[in-house]
């Protein structure tokens, strides 16, 4: 079975802190991304990469930056966390066109508060 | 750009009904995929069926199944005899097979009353 696992399910943060979320997976997936997910809103891409140090923005990339140093492992950075970061960060992988069949798999979210 | 629109935020069901989800979806790509995605209460998000866009054929899995209406860019799904379990959010979602980003739409809460 695909394993995506997101570092921590609840994190609660201050303001302006720099804060981490890491998700690993053991697929050896080429592509993986990150999502946030607000009521109302579903799910809204911030950034994905398809391979190793590379790095696209998404929809909402503004105030985020990520880090993709080893295939498995996608790091999504708030470099200073503000109130409007607070959501539920979803991170997902999935093969490489044309070997996938472009299903993405899921962590199970981290749950972030910015007081 | 890709749209996908879910026109029902929210529903509820008794427990062994039929429910049908609507999505609709824009685009001027012809090779793509649509997905329906579940994510049950604090729990992980999961794939619960995929079709591709040059397939006429509907996509079925077990009570699931898609009405898909290429030329009208619609894409239902129905849940037969739903059960408890069943009571999530549903997205569905586009890809277009160029560069394999997923578009949601905003959701339909799914309530499965016993």
């Known amino acids: 079975d695909v394993k995506v696992t997101q570092s921590s399910r609840y994190l609660v943060k201050r303001t302006g802190e720099k804060v981490f979320l890491e998700c690993v997976q053991d697929?050896?997936?080429?592509?993986m991304f990150w999502y946030r997910q607000d009521p109302g809103l579903g799910l809204r891409l911030i950034y994905f990469s398809y391979d190793v140090k590379m790095k696209e923005k998404g929809d909402i990339p503004e105030g985020y930056s990520v880090s993709r140093e080893k295939k498995e492992r996608f790091s999504l950075i708030l470099e200073s966390a503000s109130t409007n970061q607070t959501s539920m960060y979803l991170c997902?992988?999935?093969?490489?066109?044309?070997?996938?069949?472009?299903?993405?798999?899921f962590g199970p979210g981290t749950r972030l508060t910015v007081l | 750009a890709q749209t996908v629109t879910q026109s029902q935020p929210e529903m509820s069901v008794q427990e062994a009904e039929t429910v049908t989800l609507s999505c609709t979806y824009d685009?001027?790509?012809?090779?793509?995929?649509l997905f329906w995605y579940k994510q049950p209460p604090s729990r992980q998000m999961i794939l619960v069926i995929r079709?591709?866009?040059?397939?006429?054929q509907n996509a079925t899995e077990n009570r699931f199944s898609v009405n898909f209406q290429k030329a009208a860019k619609s894409f239902s799904l129905k849940i037969s005899d739903s059960q408890l379990g069943d009571t999530a959010m549903y997205f569905c979602a586009f890809m277009n097979r160029r560069d394999d980003k997923i578009i949601f739409g905003k959701g339909t809460r799914l309530h499965i009353l016993p």
């Open positions: 997902a992988s999935s093969f490489g066109a044309p070997s996938g069949t472009s299903e993405q798999f």
């Open positions: 697929m050896d997936h080429e592509n």
């Open positions: 685009t001027s790509e012809n090779n793509y995929y």
């Open positions: 079709q591709e866009a040059y397939k006429q």
